[in-house]
């Protein structure tokens, strides 16, 4: 039986596409072979690497000044990408809004002086600092933010307006809003959350802003190098960029990331409306900076937490357990968990609140 999965990442897939993954997985597209047997350099994957850029260029609306990277090494690996084909003066911003952030930023302090011009520690990551009344350093390299707040269930709902080149970390709510990606020079994240399974990671770039990478950044970070090689460099994480294709043609089936969003606003408000008007269960997040995407609460008791978790998971509602930097519980509702997922999640809280109140 399937569950409903609020894992934060590797995180719930639309069940149509794991069927159609499962249909065609012994022969795909008329090869006579699985997606995971044939060759990187074959048509047919070829195909999918194409359509797969297509749709990210049209479901986000990126100019074509702007290349779309589909690489491995998750997230993390970008931490050290961004610095290394960036940094060219040697200074960079970076605004700390949570652990993600401050791992981003640390990598950045490798390569060279990483200001950490904001910083929302001191309330424990539960708002994002005014973008507008930051010190943003004169001729920095870029300006590095973390655009939702996966662990700590923020978001921005305003980007720096700066100078330098701005540089996001989207991983966990990409394709969860519309943006203007004119307005960033980088974009990146981990398919894991909100696109496919673990192993590839999208990156977004405007192409004038990365054709001289540090002399010290290995060949395979080389955003310039991957764009010449349409992410063919070396052998791609096959797999897991057919299954972005796949998710990505349902999302625009659907309607695209517009419609999408509707629907993750609303879910999200259900369980905000019912935390919010419940004495049991509590958010900590500024109300303005909630994510659409992430939603960590408590009960305030350790214990009950533990046994809320536990008898979740017994009913079919799975991996609620919040990061072991907060604790509590979180539930991460990407654009995969239907609405009734969330029905039954508030059904579920509705009824152990009676029962341990
Ligand atoms: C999950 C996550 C990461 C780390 O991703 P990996 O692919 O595991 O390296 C980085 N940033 C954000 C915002 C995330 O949610």
Known sequence: MRVYNFAAG????????????????????????????????DKAFGAVVADAEALVRELLNVPD??????????????????PLNLMHTGVADYIVTGNFAKKAWQEGCIYGTANKIGDSSDKTYTYIPDVDTLNYTPGADY??????????GTRYTKFPECDAPLVADMSSEIFSREIDVSKFAVIYGGAQ????????????????????????????????????????????????????????????????????????????????????NSSFYHNYVVPE??????IPFVTGNADMDAKFIAEAKK???????????????????YNAMPVEGIQALIDFMKKFEMENK
């Open 10 to 41: 590797p995180s719930t897939l639309p069940l149509n596409v794991l069927e159609q993954a499962q249909a065609e997985f012994l022969d795909f597209a008329g090869t006579g072979m699985s997606i995971t047997e044939i060759s990187h350099r």
């Open 65 to 82: 000044d702007y290349c779309v990277l589909f690489l491995q090494g998750g997230a993390s690996t970008q931490f050290a990408a961004v």
């Open 143 to 152: 300006v590095h933010i973390t655009s939702n707040n996966t662990i700590f």
């Open 193 to 276: 959350k909100n696109l496919a399974p673990a192993g590839v990671t999208i990156v977004i770039a405007k192409r004038s802003l990365i054709q001289d990478p540090l002399k010290i950044c290995p060949t395979m970070l080389k955003w310039k190098v991957q764009d010449e090689n349409g992410s063919l460099y070396n052998t791609p994480p096959a797999f897991s960029i057919y299954m972005a294709d796949l998710v990505l043609k349902n999302l625009k089936a659907k309607g695209g990331v517009k419609a999408m969003n509707e629907i993750d606003v609303y879910k999200a408000g259900l369980l905000y409306d019912f935390i919010d």
């Open 289 to 294: 900076y909630r994510s659409i995407m992430n």
């Open 315 to 333: 009913n079919g509602l799975v991996s609620l357990k919040g990061h072991r930097l907060v604790g509590g519980m979180r539930a991460s509702i």
